[in-house]
């Protein structure tokens, strides 16, 4: 009775192992009629449908509902057993003698795309629902469903390395499919998440394709595929000569009128084109600097509960270690709850700068030393590139801002917009992870004016203009540092007074900052 359950659990594991490897979220019929009847609502009369997609079918199967006249209808999937169902779907169907239906097994990313594209005339409906998974998922599964290499999304350096790399494979694809309608009298019209379409936008925007008109509709992901993900269906109707750099967005599929219009403004999408268009004057040079927090990936290791004169790591471990290398520390959500609060944590920091030496720990804090080497392992797993080639123990996005006793910062993850400021604690800098965001001051007086500049009306409007708040990161440095904070002070009559602090304290005033710390002996 075991092996038989145990055999039952195998078989369980390997089709979720699959129907995560696919980003199986299978449309169900009644979403699928009413993408097509809101299609065909709009007017749209396509002579071809493709679905690069299309799992069991049902978007093949409305469509034969809602766009009679269609004449050419090919269907893609890799996945056999669907092709299998979808065919079967599609022969209960009364399909006009007219019409060419094709329901093929292949592979995305091996498809001769043009030669299908070349045989369906226009109008042309590309359709369906992509898959919800990300290549860094689906590559620790070691799944062969990927795209080759290559650097699509044009990340530079760092950004290349520490995580925004990593995309959903929808955003490959449908970079795809907008560039088959382009130039055609052609719509797509895709089922994705709603951060994918807006990604998906951008790329299309900024490489001048010719896009008429594009909506997104929100849709109920609980309802249809009982999943918590904020997703949409990304409508983009292509045009052989005008373009058009708007998205209307709505709620869902009735509203007749949008919630927002999104838009690429100087190579950026923003949110609120409306507000934008209120404040792009305070759009401008970053006055100050804004920094992220310290990256060290191994946080049971490397963060603590202070317990009278010693430290409890994530492991539950209770340590002596010098207070050299140890500093109070805030989270995102410590941050969001408000500065208020004493620190609870506290972390230790094994350099100053980044790449430098942390052989001179053994000398200063042998306690501290004999830590790390105990959780040595654990530290050089730690994936992130950054930590290649580095000396051991390293982290990352460190440097004499990280400790200025006195900061403004906010919380990346969380959906509000409150700078506060930090001071130090038990006569030492508070350090930050890499969740937030903060700006690095030189005195109370200068960091109390500049959360005061930032946490004003214009300010947390200009922002509101570029933050989508579905986003897991919705608050970003890219963001922040649109903001020009003098003439955001010049509107609030206040320019003297900023002009005095960027005397004293000028753009590259955090590699002026002295500190005592001992740790940092030459």
């Known amino acids: 009775m075991e092996s038989i359950r145990s055999d039952k659990t195998m078989k369980v594991r390997k089709k979720s192992k699959k129907k995560i490897e696919f980003g199986d979220f299978q449309t169900p019929i009644e979403l699928a009629r009413q993408v097509c009847s809101l299609l065909s609502q709009q007017g749209l009369e396509p002579k071809s449908i493709l679905e690069p997609t299309c799992g069991k079918g049902n978007f093949i199967v409305s469509a034969f509902e809602f766009f009679p006249y269609v004449s050419n209808i090919i269907g893609i999937d890799i996945n056999p057993d669907y092709i299998r169902l979808a065919k079967s779907s599609l022969l209960n169907k009364i399909t006009p003698i007219t019409t060419s239906l094709q329901i093929m097994n292949k592979d995305f990313f091996n498809v001769n795309w043009n030669n299908i594209l070349e ?5 042309l409906l590309v359709i369906g629902n992509t898959p919800w998974v990300t290549n860094a998922k689906l590559g620790r599964m070691g799944s062969y469903n990927l795209p080759e290499k290559s ?9 290349a390395i520490t995580g925004k790399s990593n995309f959903d494979i929808s955003e490959y694809m449908l970079n795809k499919a907008i560039e088959w309608i382009n130039n055609r009298e052609a719509t797509l019209a895709m089922l994705c998440k709603t951060s994918v379409a807006r990604k998906v936008l951008h790329h299309a925007w900024r490489s001048k394709q010719y896009i008429k008109r594009s909506e997104i509709y929100h849709i109920d992901t ?25 998205c209307q967005v709505y709620n869902n599929f009735k509203d007749t009128v949008p919630s927002s219009t999104l838009g690429y403004q100087q190579g950026c999408i923003v949110a609120n084109i409306a507000l934008f268009d209120q404040l792009k004057d305070i759009e401008g040079e970053e006055r100050y600097k804004w920094r992220s927090g310290i990256k060290h990936d191994c946080a049971k290791v490397m963060e603590f509960r202070k317990e009278n004169n010693k430290y409890r790591n994530g492991y539950g471990e209770l340590v002596d270690l010098e207070d050299d290398y140890l500093y109070p520390m805030f989270k995102s959500s410590d941050i969001a709850n408000g500065s208020g609060l004493q620190p609870t944590r506290w972390m230790i920091v094994p350099q100053r700068i980044t790449g430098e030496s942390t052989d001179q720990i053994r000398h200063f804090a042998p306690k501290t030393w004999q830590y790390l080497q105990k959780h040595a392992q654990l530290l050089d797993r730690r994936a992130s590139s950054v930590y290649r080639n580095r000396p051991r ?22 959906k509000q917009l409150d700078f506060t ?12 992870d890499d969740t937030c965001y903060f700006i690095a001051c030189r005195t109370k007086k200068e960091a109390f004016f500049i959360a005061e500049l930032l946490n004003s009306d ?7 203009a570029f933050i989508f708040w579905d986003e897991k990161r919705p608050i970003t440095v890219n963001i922040l540092k649109k903001l020009d904070l003098l003439t955001l002070a010049r509107k609030l009559g206040k320019e003297e007074n900023l002009k005095e602090f960027l005397v004293q304290s000028p753009q590259n005033h955090d590699q002026q900052l002295l500190f005592s710390e001992s740790v940092f002996r030459s």
């Open 393 to 414: 123990f390293s982290i990352f996005g460190v440097g004499n801002y990280s400790f200025a006793h006195w900061k403004v910062a906010i919380s990346g993850f969380y």
């Open 421 to 432: 400021v930090l001071g130090p604690y038990e006569g030492k800098p508070v350090v930050l």
């Open 222 to 246: 609980s309802r249809y595929f009982n999943a918590a993900v904020d997703a949409c269906l990304l409508v983009v109707a292509a045009s052989r000569s005008n373009r058009s750099y708007l």
């Open 119 to 123: 045989s369906l005339p226009d109008p």
């Open 151 to 159: 650097n699509f999304q044009n990340h530079r350096g760092i950004d």
């Open 458 to 464: 214009i300010a947390k409007d200009f922002f509101s």
